[in-house]
C-alpha cells in the first residue's frame, strides 16, 4: 500500500515547455486534489477532483490543466510554463468520514522554470 | 476568501520547553485539522477536530478546539528535536462545501538540543 505517490521528485523547465506532473493514490479515495507550496504563502489549491470525470479549479488555476480519467490517477499539466510557476507541488487524496476532510499527500514535486 | 490566521510563524526553543501555537479565523469552522509537515516532505495529519470545545492528546501534542469553533491550539510539551517542523493548520469552513479546505501559512518550530 504506497498511499499517494508523485513523478517526478524534482523537475527544471525552461520558460515556455510544458510537462504533466504525475500523481497516483491506492486507497480508493473519490476526491483528489493539487496544490502549490510558495514561501509565506502556505498551500494554495490549484485545482480538485470529486470523482473519474470530474474536476474543477481551486484557488489558484490558471496555468494548469488537470483531468480525472480513473480513480487512482490525477495528472497536472503545465501548459506552458512561467517562472511564477516555480514552486512544489503536493498531490493529495482525500478521505470525508463523518463530515471530516483529511489529506493524505504525496512527497511532493520540486518545480523551477527558468 | 476565507482567512486563517497561525501564530508565530517562527518558534525557536529549547529541547524540554513547553510551546503552544495559534489558528485563528473570523469565521466558523465545521472541522479543523493539524498537519505537521518535515523538509522534503509533504504534511502528514495530525489530528481532526469537529466539536467545540473539544480537546484530543496524541502523545505530548494536546490540540483544543475553541468554544466557537473560530480558533485552535497544539500544545507540545517537553519539546524534542524530532518535534521539529511546520505545523499547519487546515480548515472546512460552515457552510463551505466538504471538500474545500483552507490552509494557514504555518508555523515553523525548530528544537534545539
Known amino acids: 500500500n504506497a498511499g499517494v505517490t508523485q513523478t517526478p521528485k524534482f523537475q527544471v523547465l525552461k520558460t515556455g515547455q510544458s510537462m504533466t506532473l504525475q500523481c497516483a493514490q491506492d486507497?480508493?479515495?473519490?476526491?483528489m486534489s493539487w496544490y502549490r507550496q510558495d514561501p509565506g504563502m502556505g498551500l494554495r489549491l490549484i485545482h480538485y477532483?470529486?470523482?473519474?470525470?470530474?474536476?474543477d479549479q481551486g484557488e489558484v488555476p490558471n496555468g494548469y490543466n488537470v483531468s480525472r480519467s480513473t480513480t487512482e490517477d490525477f495528472p497536472l499539466r503545465l501548459l506552458s510554463a512561467a517562472p511564477s510557476q516555480t514552486s512544489v507541488y503536493f498531490c493529495?487524496?482525500?478521505?470525508?468520514?463523518?463530515?471530516?476532510?483529511?489529506?493524505?499527500f504525496g512527497p511532493g514535486t520540486r518545480l523551477t522554470v527558468l | 476568501t476565507q482567512l486563517l490566521e497561525q501564530s508565530p510563524q517562527f518558534l525557536s526553543i529549547q529541547e524540554g520547553e513547553n510551546l503552544t501555537v495559534y489558528c485563528n479565523s473570523s469565521s466558523v469552522f465545521s472541522s479543523l485539522q493539524w498537519y505537521r509537515q518535515e523538509p522534503g516532505e509533504g504534511p502528514v495529519l495530525l489530528v481532526t477536530v469537529v466539536t467545540g470545545g473539544e480537546v484530543k492528546k496524541l502523545k505530548r501534542l494536546t490540540f483544543q478546539f475553541g468554544d466557537a469553533r473560530k480558533d485552535s491550539s497544539l500544545h507540545i510539551t517537553a519539546a524534542q528535536p524530532g518535534d521539529t517542523g511546520l505545523y499547519l493548520c487546515a480548515g472546512t469552513y460552515s457552510g463551505a462545501g466538504s471538500y474545500q479546505l483552507t490552509f494557514g501559512k504555518g508555523t515553523k518550530l525548530s528544537v534545539i538540543p
Open positions: 477532483s470529486v470523482g473519474a470525470g470530474i474536476t
Open positions: 486507497m480508493n479515495h473519490e476526491y
Open positions: 493529495a487524496s482525500v478521505t470525508l468520514v463523518a463530515g471530516r476532510n483529511e489529506q493524505f
